[in-house]
């Protein structure tokens, strides 16, 4: 089926964004991402909330407090990816800068499963804990909190997942519950941990602590904060893009973490030239990896590393784990393409579940998103757990919130789903082997009643043509500073090109000279395994491409479409 290439649309707010100076080129880049003023492209970091607009600020700052004038011993219990690393990484930092007795630990997720259980709760009661820190988790345990509180210690809990109909009975700092006031709703774990830091460590300069001791800089944490953000595949608002921009100054600057800087060098990227791409696809997965096939403690503590000579051999097992999970995330998704065409394919679905017994549970997400990103259609794919338990993972496409339509399964079939929880387009759930089938059929009503075809018809959205003057390496190098991501993507264009020339690289890539207008352009397109005709629409991103110390232009041609002689 051939995918078309649609523009997007470019409201009026451009005329305010071209009259405050932009260029009109990324006027209307910016104008189709919902940018309505100059003063949404700021990115210093006083143009951030105040931190004073999170519900029940106060009383975490307040217990925090307490636990550091009392030397309390606080555990913090975080999620087994890598916002959840990365989350517990500036906690431990941070709160340690800030005076407390600080400790962590991180739930392995096929002895313990998902977030504050009781089991967890016991773990951490050792040692005298009085008080424990959730980081990206938390708002969904209830039997936890109060396994806690029997014990007698207190819970704060720091998450930004989207709250259930009952909450846990602690202390609460989530964007996302009912009453809170904070602008950003899209924040990840790690953001909603650094806020919280903020709020302290502002505390704690009203008290005097710093008066006699230099204030600790939790700006040198925005490098973990970017990282965890990009990775968590949040919707990149206007706190989010400072967050990361922010991080990324401090990576291109020389001054990441040493653990970050040795994800770099096991990828053999160069970080002077970090981009939200090396944070999405070249870090984060890295670091993912722990969480997915072993333990996620080996990312923490890689991150948490003093020197990168240190943090090297911690990275470089990280690297071995994510070139397994490659292995492992082929051969699921090939199973899962076979078993998807033995009933028949995808083409009249309108979602997708799919299940093997031995497939692995660390890899399901992501195999659930290249399923998603091929056929266009919501995902859940499962994998066997403990006790006659499958555990899935789910992608959506726009157009179908995910934790919602799982909410709905819950509320037409109790019991059917142990446990769910999520975001609109990525959530996991727990159900009994048995309830499968039932519960495929009641997720494609759901999606048949919440999808349109349209929904399901895939195209690719293109920000238009470029001006000859405006397709050149200046343009190119300044998109590559900014911060792109999702839901504020990298910007495409699309204009017709001659095919000059074309060569295969690695046998699966094509290396292509493409001419326009008098022009020549150097252009790459990944995964084309198929010669392409002499003339084409090509939908593409232009980048700055380095060789042997010398920067060009180079056109990334992501879709394209054949001219008619």
Request: charge should be neutral; charged fraction near 20%; include cysteine.
């Amino acid at each position: 089926m051939t995918i078309p290439i649609v523009r997007r649309t470019v409201p009026a707010s451009v005329k305010a964004l071209v009259d405050g100076g932009l260029p009109s080129v990324l006027a209307r880049v910016y104008a189709s991402r919902g940018i309505e003023s100059i003063r949404e492209l700021e990115d210093g970091l006083d143009a951030l909330p105040n931190f004073a607009s999170l519900a029940n600020i106060d009383a975490a700052v307040d217990r925090l407090v307490h636990a550091i004038d009392t030397h309390e011993r606080i555990i913090i219990v975080a999620d087994y990816d890598a916002d959840g690393a990365t989350a517990c990484a500036i906690a431990m930092e941070g709160l340690g800068a800030l005076g407390a007795d600080v400790h962590f630990i991180v739930p392995n997720r096929f002895e313990f499963g998902y977030g504050l259980t009781p089991e967890i709760v016991a773990l951490a009661a050792t040692g005298g804990t009085k008080l424990i820190v959730t980081v990206d988790n938390g708002i969904g345990s209830i039997e936890g909190v109060t396994a806690a509180k029997a014990r007698g210690i207190d819970v704060l809990v720091t998450d930004h997942h989207l709250p259930g109909a009952a909450l846990p009975d602690a202390i609460i700092v989530n964007p996302n519950q009912r009453g809170c006031t904070f602008p950003s709703k899209n924040i990840a774990g790690v953001g909603v941990m650094f806020f919280v830091l903020a709020a302290l460590r502002a505390r704690l300069r009203q008290r005097g602590a710093f008066t006699h001791s230099p204030e600790p800089n939790l700006g040198a944490l925005l490098d973990v904060v970017a990282l965890g953000t990009v990775a968590d595949v949040v919707r990149l608002d206007h706190v989010n893009r400072i967050l990361v921009a922010r991080g990324l100054a401090r990576i291109r600057s020389g001054r990441a973490h040493p653990g970050l800087q040795a994800l770099f060098k096991v990828a053999g990227r160069d970080i002077a030239r970090a981009t939200t791409y090396d944070l999405g696809f070249v870090a984060g997965p890295r670091l993912n990896a722990a969480g997915r096939l072993a333990d996620m403690s080996l990312g923490i503590r890689c991150l948490l590393t003093r020197s990168v000579a240190e943090a090297m051999p911690l990275a470089a097992e990280l690297d071995a784990l994510n070139r397994q999970r490659r292995e492992v995330e082929h051969a699921m998704q090939g199973e899962a393409l076979n078993d998807l065409d033995a009933i028949g394919g995808a083409a009249e679905a309108f979602t997708l579940c799919v299940y093997r017994p031995e497939w692995h549970q660390g890899v399901v997400g992501i195999v659930a998103s290249r399923l998603k990103d091929r056929f266009h259609r919501p995902a859940i794919v499962f994998a066997r757990g403990a006790g006659g338990e499958l555990r899935g993972s789910g992608r959506s496409i726009s157009g179908f919130h995910l934790r919602d339509a799982l909410d709905l399964v819950t509320k037409r079939a109790p019991g059917l789903v142990r446990r769910f929880g999520g975001h609109a387009f990525a959530a996991g759930l727990t159900i009994d082997e048995t309830a499968l089938p039932a519960f495929a059929a009641l997720f494609e009503d759901i999606g048949r009643e919440s999808l349109t075809p349209a929904h399901l018809r895939r195209s690719f959205e293109s920000d238009g043509t470029l001006e000859a003057t405006e397709l050149c390496f200046a343009f190119a190098k300044s998109l590559q500073s900014r911060v792109w991501g999702q839901g504020f993507p990298a910007p495409t264009f699309n204009d017709e090109f001659t095919v000059v020339s074309q060569r295969p690289v690695a046998e699966k890539h094509l290396k292509i000279s493409l001419g326009r207008d008098g022009q020549r352009f150097e252009a790459i397109a990944f995964q084309q395994p198929i010669p392409l005709p002499g003339r084409i629409r090509a939908a593409y991103r232009p980048e700055v491409h380095e060789w042997q110390g010398l920067e060009g232009l180079e056109l990334i041609v992501e879709h394209w479409l054949p001219i008619p002689d």
